[in-house]
C-alpha cells in the first residue's frame, strides 16, 4: 500500500492555470518585407515573461554580434532587445518580431570579458554580481564584510573596468545560504525547505532542495529528529560550485509526491512545466519561514562569494528571504517552476537580495524531471500535501485548509497553525519555532494568513506586502 506523503509546508507549488512549455514557436518576420509589412510592424506586439526566452533566442542567431542582451517590461508588456550600433537593418529587424529595440554601449562580448575580469581579481566573500540588461551593466555589490583593503581593490576593479561597464553598492547584512530557523525539511541539525517533487532518472518520486542543504546532511525528514523520509543523491548534490541544488530521493519508491496543490476552493493546479527567468519578470517566493513573497527578477546568471565558497549561474531578484526558507519554490502566477531558494542577504523586513537556483539547470543536471510519482492529493483528509503532521493537517492540501490543516510540523508547531498556508494563518500561527507565532503572526516575517481560501491570503505586516489566491487559483500580488 503506498504512503500518500509530501514533506512539511508546500512539496509542491503551483498557482493558477498551467501553460504548456514552450509556447509555439515564434516565427521571425523577414526583414525585407514591404513597405506596408514594415509599418505594421512597427507597432511592438504584446507579449508575456515566458515569450521572452524564444523571441530572444530567436533574435540572438539572426542578430549575431549585434545582439546584446534582452528583458522584459512588464508595465508595457513589451520585449526589450539590447542592441550594438545603430544599423537600421537590425532595427528593422527586431520591429518586425514585434519586439522594441534598445541601442546600448556593451556587446555580451565585453560584459563576458568584464565578468572574467571580476572572477579573477575581485572574488572575495561577501561580493555578487549579475548582469542587468536593463542597465547594459554588471551590478556588483558588496555585503557589510566587505570593508577596508578589500573595499578599495573591489573599488579599484570594477573602476579599472571602464565607464559604463559595472557599477558598485553596498548591501545592509551579509551574504549567507539560509539553512536554518525554518521548519519544512530537516536533516543533520539544519532546517531547509522542499522546493518541487520530481521523478527521477529511474523513474521514482524524488523533490529538489538547495544543494547547501544537501551537503549539509544526507538524510531529511519531515519534522524535527523524525525518521528519514529521502536520501540526498550525493553525485548530484552541488554546493559550492556551479549552481546551489540537491535532488533528494524519497526512500519509499511508493511515495505519492503529486506535483499539485489544491488552492482551497476545490480546485486542483498542477505544476507540469519549468521555464526560464527573466529580468523584470514578476516572480513568487515560497519558504517555510516566511510563506510567500513576492518581487521581480532583476538579474541573470549571478556570481555569489559565500563564506563557503563561489557559487555561479544564479537568478538574482528582489524578492525577500530569511533563514529556513533555503531550497524554498520560486515560481510565476501562471504555475511555471522557475527557481530554488540559495541565498542572500537582508530579510523580510529591510528587504534585500535574494539568488535563486535555476530548476531547468537543476533538472538538466540530475536527470530529473519536473512532477512527482503518484497521483495528486487533496479533498479528503489525508491525502495529497499529507497527513496530520505532515504539511496537510484535517484536510491535506485540500478541503479546507490549503497546505496546512492543523498541525504543522507535527502537533501545534511550526508551519501549521490551524489552517497552515490556507484559510486563517500563514507560516504558522500557534507554536511556530518553539514560541508563538513562530515565523507566522507575530513573529519572524509577522505574515497572518498563507495561501488563501477564495480571497484570502499571505499578508506580510513588516514588509507590507500582500499576496491573494484569488477565486479560480490566479494568484494577484500588490504592495499597498
Known amino acids: 500500500m503506498s504512503h500518500k506523503r509530501t514533506p512539511k509546508r508546500k512539496a509542491v507549488i503551483a498557482a493558477g492555470s498551467v501553460v504548456a512549455l514552450g509556447a509555439a514557436a515564434l516565427i521571425i518576420p523577414n526583414a525585407m518585407a514591404g513597405q506596408s509589412d514594415d509599418n505594421e510592424a512597427a507597432t511592438p506586439k504584446t507579449f ?45 529587424q527586431i520591429k518586425a518580431a514585434g519586439a522594441v529595440p534598445n541601442e546600448v554601449q556593451n556587446s555580451l562580448a565585453a560584459i563576458d570579458a568584464a565578468e572574467k575580469t571580476l572572477k579573477a581579481d575581485a572574488t572575495i ?42 557599477t558598485v553598492k553596498k548591501s545592509e547584512g551579509t551574504f549567507k545560504t ?18 518541487f517533487n520530481v521523478t527521477n532518472s529511474e523513474g521514482n518520486p524524488a523533490f529538489l532542495t538547495a544543494g547547501h542543504c544537501g551537503v549539509a546532511a544526507a538524510e531529511w525528514s519531515e519534522e524535527e529528529n523524525g525518521a528519514p523520509i529521502g536520501t540526498v543523491d550525493a553525485q548530484t548534490a552541488t554546493f559550492p560550485g556551479a549552481g546551489d541544488f540537491a535532488l533528494v530521493n524519497y526512500d519509499d519508491p511508493a511515495t505519492q509526491a503529486a506535483s499539485a496543490v489544491d488552492t482551497g476552493d476545490g480546485q486542483l493546479v498542477e505544476i507540469t512545466q519549468a521555464a526560464e527567468a527573466t529580468v523584470g519578470q514578476q516572480v513568487v517566493r515560497m519558504g517555510s519561514t516566511t510563506g510567500l513573497s513576492d518581487g521581480e527578477v532583476t538579474g541573470l546568471n549571478a556570481t555569489v562569494n559565500y563564506p563557503e565558497g563561489t557559487v555561479t549561474g544564479l537568478i538574482q531578484t528582489n524578492v525577500c528571504a530569511e533563514p529556513g526558507d533555503s531550497g524554498g519554490s520560486l515560481f510565476t502566477a501562471d504555475g511555471s517552476a522557475i527557481g530554488l531558494t540559495s541565498g542572500g542577504s537582508g530579510d523580510c ?19 530529473a524531471t519536473l512532477g512527482g510519482g503518484g497521483a495528486a492529493g487533496g479533498g479528503d483528509a489525508g491525502a495529497g500535501a499529507g497527513e496530520e503532521g505532515g504539511a496537510g493537517g484535517e484536510a491535506g492540501a485540500g478541503d479546507g485548509a490549503g497546505a496546512g490543516g492543523e498541525a504543522g510540523a507535527g502537533g501545534d508547531a511550526g508551519a501549521g497553525g490551524e489552517a497552515g498556508a490556507g484559510q486563517g494563518a500563514g507560516a504558522g500561527e500557534e507554536a511556530g519555532a518553539g514560541e508563538e507565532g513562530g515565523a507566522g503572526q507575530d513573529a519572524g516575517a509577522g505574515q497572518e494568513q498563507g495561501v488563501g481560501n477564495g480571497q484570502q ?24
Open 48 to 92: 508575456t515573461a515566458a515569450d521572452v526566452p524564444d523571441v530572444a533566442a530567436q533574435l540572438s542567431e539572426l542578430l549575431g554580434d549585434a545582439f546584446a542582451g534582452s528583458y522584459y517590461d512588464g508595465d508595457q508588456k513589451q520585449v526589450i532587445i539590447n542592441v550594438v550600433g545603430d544599423n537600421s537593418q537590425v532595427i528593422q
Open 125 to 166: 566573500p561577501g561580493t555578487a554580481w549579475a548582469v542587468d540588461p536593463k542597465t547594459n551593466e554588471i551590478r556588483v555589490t558588496a555585503d557589510s564584510t566587505v570593508t577596508g583593503g578589500t573595499w578599495d581593490r573591489l573599488q579599484s576593479t570594477v573602476q579599472a573596468l571602464g565607464d559604463g561597464v559595472a
Open 178 to 195: 539560509f539553512a536554518e530557523g525554518g521548519d519544512a525539511i530537516f536533516g543533520g541539525g539544519a532546517r531547509c525547505s522542499l522546493g
Open 349 to 367: 523586513t529591510i528587504g534585500g537580495e535574494t539568488f535563486f537556483q535555476p530548476v531547468t539547470t537543476a533538472l538538466e543536471a540530475t536527470g
Open 457 to 480: 491570503g499571505v499578508g506580510n505586516e513588516q514588509a507590507g506586502q500582500e499576496v491573494e489566491v484569488e477565486d479560480g487559483g490566479g494568484i494577484s500580488v500588490t504592495i499597498p
